[in-house]
């Protein structure tokens, strides 16, 4: 396995918390983007799955709003489900070029299950909490850019 596939793979917990904060000023920068309480995302679950959309509860760290949508409201989700993005974060705080050109980011199977079914109301947010730097993707867009592929299974006992 290549050692940067190694490397990727023992610095997920970090990234973890690295994630949390990237979803904090994503949340600060950009109005659209909404941080889900637990409540919350167990509204969006039920909601996706009543329109049969499975959606893992880890697979998405923040949500995208397209217009106003009430999170606390069944029925104003309901109304306006369209209107969702689901967004997994994914961030460094390494010193990267801007279009994070040679790093390596890890997605679990949950992320990639969820982006295929949702399609368009998923997007993978890839965010330097150092520089700032963000770019948003569906699953087709990181598939065309990514320069390699590793596939991997973490096992945690």
């Known amino acids: 396995m290549p050692e940067k ?12 918390q690295t994630a949390k904060r990237a979803a904090a000023l994503l949340a600060e920068r950009d109005s659209r983007f909404r941080v889900p309480t637990a409540a919350q995302k167990r509204l969006l679950l039920v909601e996706f799955a009543k329109r049969n959309l499975v959606v893992y509860g880890k697979a998405f760290d923040i949500v995208k709003l397209l217009a106003e949508v009430n999170l606390n409201d069944a029925e104003d989700i309901a109304r306006n489900l369209d209107q969702l993005v689901l967004c997994e974060i994914k961030s460094t705080n390494r010193k990267l ?58 096992v945690c006992f």
């Open 97 to 154: 070029p801007a279009d994070f050109k040679g790093y390596f980011f890890a997605l679990t199977a949950a992320e990639m299950l969820v982006a295929q079914n949702l399609k368009h109301q998923f997007q993978f947010i890839f965010y330097n909490t150092t520089s700032g730097d963000f770019i948003e993707l569906q699953l087709n867009a990181v598939f065309a850019k990514a320069r390699g592929i590793y596939p991997t299974w973490s």
């Open 5 to 16: 596939v190694v490397e990727a793979l023992l610095t997920e917990a970090s990234r973890n």
